[in-house]
């Protein structure tokens, strides 16, 4: 998933550009959880 991102995207949020969040089976590969993507994409849409 993570070389889908852009080589130009920014990933130290400098640029104020879009920023990307990497959540659920993405971010932790070794299963997929889909409780635990749910739960990651809630609290980072808490956190914006």
């Known amino acids: 998933m993570r070389e ?3 080589s130009t995207v920014d990933r130290n949020h ?3 550009g879009p920023r990307f969040h990497v959540i ?3 971010k932790l590969a070794t299963e997929l959880d889909a409780k635990r993507a ?3 994409g809630a609290e980072l ?3 914006l």
């Open 24 to 26: 659920g089976g993405a």
């Open 4 to 6: 889908l991102l852009p």
């Open 45 to 47: 849409v808490a956190r």
């Open 38 to 40: 749910v739960r990651e």
């Open 14 to 16: 400098g640029s104020g």
